[in-house]
């Protein structure tokens, strides 16, 4: 299996069950496992703190609700553990710690589990139509997410952890409706003091946003729809796969406030060819770019020539998703914690002041503003079964109360901790943002502004492109 070091890319199809996940060597292109039973939907796959991989199957067979979500160890070969969700999930994230996971179903509604416990914290209608992306803001505290109708929601996480009130709808930060069709794919930045968002629709577009201005900064148009997209690890590129198999290189320009956001940026984007039907997923290796198509191939690309320097070929279906790990996490007893902190996902929430008896869950919608639209959802809870019990005068039902009670208080604590960290962390960015504006107002008002001149992207097209179309 080589060294420890290096990297690793996994990749799955959602052609069959079959199919199952592959992991290849990046540096050598050996196979280094292989995983089956996985038929998992364009970004519906996950690897959590690179030691599990969480994986959404839609058409899992004898699942009530037509999905479900496994979990494989990677340094531990052992049955996947399979949870069973109210609905099929078509989009999963997690945060950069692993804590939470979430997911969002073809019916709009979002879900949000706490890994550890397995414990359904927040489940709520956040589009009217199928949910396609999620995306957890890098520091934690903000849930993105992105439907089939053209809309991006931006969630706050502590109104999503508020479990004393968890049929209340969450706080919706910010929400745009600019993009005309399904998004395809969002990305955000980490090494700025700005909240930027970056994100791609089947509309032709990639916009630019910052999100704690609310404003739209850069709207990017294409001649074509937009499938996927990604940030290069610096931050100053974004690159973005088509449905015909090329792959567009633009910067992104951050600085230019003042200028038109609705106009589409002059710079002729850079090209990428080494596709010829959809890109499904791109990401970033230490080696360069990685990308994925339904033409069942993955490319890695060079960072300063863009040529491909090495191809993987999945024969057994169209490449859905991709995600790159250390290789390191493949190596038996290479993390102490691979097997603690996973559980069951719960199907329904169980809040601990839950009444007795049958429960019925109205999911709130952001569509409520232009339409009514409720969904509810009946199920029995834990205290019913221990009320049923208690009946029965079953010695078993104070075990149970009193086990509940401890889980609860245990759950309880570590809530409030992780809840007062972000808090922290808001209240730092805050200080950064506020910060940063009044240096940009006094740059402002020292620059003239027949002096602004728009930074050009100074790059040479990639040995690919003797024959690049124009956009």
């Known amino acids: 299996m080589g060294g420890h070091g290096g990297e690793a890319v996994v990749v799955c199809s959602d052609k069959s069950m079959g199919t199952g996940i592959t992991v290849w060597d990046i540096d050598t292109g050996d196979r280094l496992l292989h995983i089956p039973s996985c038929a998992s939907p364009p970004r519906a796959l996950l690897c959590l703190r690179n030691q599990i991989i969480v994986a959404s199957q839609i058409h899992r067979p004898g699942s009530v609700g037509g999905g479900a979500i496994s979990m494989w160890a990677l340094n531990k070969p052992q049955q996947p553990l399979w949870s069973y969700p109210l609905e099929a999930i078509v989009s999963l994230a997690c945060t950069k710690d692993g804590v939470y996971l979430a997911g969002g179903a073809p019916s709009g509604n979002a879900y949000l589990w706490e890994v550890n416990s397995g414990k359904l914290l927040k489940t709520w209608h956040a589009h009217c139509n199928s949910l396609n992306c999620m995306l957890f803001f890098y520091d934690g505290s903000l849930l993105i997410s992105g439907g089939d109708d053209g809309m991006i929601c931006v969630w706050s ?113 850079v090209v990428l060819k080494g596709h010829n039907v959809s890109i499904t997923a791109l990401t970033f290796c230490q080696s360069g770019l990685i990308s994925a198509s339904e033409d069942c191939t993955i490319c890695i690309w060079d960072v300063t020539t863009w040529a491909i320097i090495r191809r993987f070929d999945h024969q057994k279906g169209a490449v859905t998703n991709l995600a790159v790990i250390p290789r390191s996490s493949l190596l038996p007893g290479s993390n102490q914690r691979r097997g603690s902190g996973v559980s069951l996902l719960e199907k329904y929430p169980q809040p601990a002041n839950s009444s007795r008896g049958d429960m019925s869950i109205t999911l709130a919608s952001p569509c409520q503003f232009w339409k009514e639209n409720q969904t509810s959802i009946n199920f029995q809870t834990t205290d019913q079964h221990i009320y049923d019990m208690e009946k029965e005068y079953a010695p078993a039902s104070m075990e149970m109360k009193l086990e509940q009670g401890l889980e609860e208080r245990t759950w309880a604590t570590r809530m409030a901790n992780h809840v007062m960290d972000i808090n922290r962390h808001l209240q730092s960015r805050l200080l950064d943002l506020m910060q940063s504006n009044v240096l940009l107002s006094r740059s402002t008002e020292m620059d003239s502004p027949s002096t602004k001149k728009r930074k050009t992207l100074m790059l040479e097209s990639p040995p690919l492109q003797e024959e690049e179309e124009q956009p």
């Not at 990017?220 to 690159?239: C, D, G, R, W």
């Open 157 to 269: 996480l502590i109104s999503l952890l508020d479990v004393e009130d968890y049929q209340s709808f969450p706080s919706l930060l910010n929400y745009s409706m600019d993009h005309k069709s399904s998004i395809t794919g969002l990305s955000t930045t980490s090494g700025s003091s700005r909240l930027v968002l970056v994100s791609s629709s089947l509309d032709g577009s990639c916009k630019v946003w910052d999100l704690g201005l609310g404003k739209l900064l850069q709207t990017q148009a294409y001649p074509i729809s937009i499938t996927a997209l990604i940030l290069n690890p610096t931050e100053q590129l974004f690159f973005s796969g088509s449905v015909d198999g090329r792959i567009f290189m633009n910067q992104l320009e951050i600085g230019l406030v003042d200028e038109d956001p609705l106009f589409a940026v002059e710079d002729q984007a």
